[in-house]
């Protein structure tokens, strides 16, 4: 089955420092790759997406991830964090065939900025 | 006014009452979600639906059922509800015609407690 794996569950940093979240998938032909982040008492939402085409990839609030096909990884990073990027992240991926439609979820991290 | 939105957003019951979570959506999207979220576990998809007359079983779907009652509706309900239901839920919606650029809009959740 395809899957992803977020390889820490808590990740604590001050801020103004940087950081990377890391994320695995399980290898297949086609890879379609998210980072959503939960803010406390919301929704999730979109942070930033592979679909094709250039391997770093940037989403809103100054973060970035780099899709690496050799070491099946999608690490999400920023170079200097707030307080208000204190939040809950979640690796997800597009699953096609027989599971059209659908999107896979890993465990989630949470990072916790201090001050 | 929020595009998906849950009632209610909190609720206490007790083991074997009937519980409905009601979601609905402003976006216009076809597709529709249910999803639990669990500490350490990530999201895990409940129930899937397509369009008002394609309804799906996701990962755990045992213990729930859902109507999509019309485009913009789409209810989760828990039969005889059980503490290893408690949980926050989650609606999320996505337009049909995106294929992998399956960006998922999520509202602001249900905290259910069985006692």
């Known amino acids: 089955a395809q899957s992803v794996t977020q390889l820490d569950s808590q990740v604590p940093v001050f801020e103004e420092a940087p950081v990377e979240l890391r994320c695995n998938y399980s290898?297949?032909?086609?890879?379609?790759l998210f980072w959503y982040v939960q803010y406390p008492n919301q929704g999730l939402q979109l942070l930033l997406k592979?679909?094709?085409?250039?391997?770093l990839v940037k989403g809103i609030n100054g973060f970035e991830a780099e899709f690496n096909k050799s070491q099946t990884s999608f690490h999400l990073r920023k170079p200097s964090v707030h307080i208000s990027d204190t939040a809950e992240y979640f690796c997800?991926?597009?699953?096609?065939?027989?599971?059209?439609?659908?999107?896979?979820f890993g465990q989630g991290t949470i990072l916790t900025v201090h001050p | 006014d929020a595009d998906v939105t849950q009632t209610p957003r909190n609720r206490i019951t007790k083991t074997g009452k009937r519980i409905m979570l009601e979601c609905s959506q402003t976006?216009?999207?076809?597709?529709m979600y249910w999803y639990r979220q669990d500490p350490g576990l990530g999201l895990r998809l409940i129930y899937y639906?397509?369009?008002?007359?394609?309804?799906n079983k996701g990962e755990i779907s045992d213990g729930y059922s859902v109507s999509r009652q019309a485009q913009a509706k789409f209810s989760l309900s828990l039969e005889s509800a059980i503490p290893n239901q408690t949980a926050l839920y989650f609606c999320?919606?996505?337009?049909?015609?995106?294929?992998?650029?399956?960006?998922?809009?999520f509202g602001p959740g249900t905290r259910l407690t069985v006692l």
């Open positions: 999320a919606t996505s337009d049909g015609l995106a294929g992998p650029n399956n960006e998922q809009f």
């Open positions: 290898s297949s032909v086609s890879v379609y």
């Open positions: 592979y679909l094709s085409g250039s391997t």
């Open positions: 997800a991926r597009y699953a096609g065939g027989t599971s059209y439609g659908k999107l896979t």
């Open positions: 976006k216009g999207h076809d597709r």
């Open positions: 639906s397509f369009d008002v007359k394609d309804i």
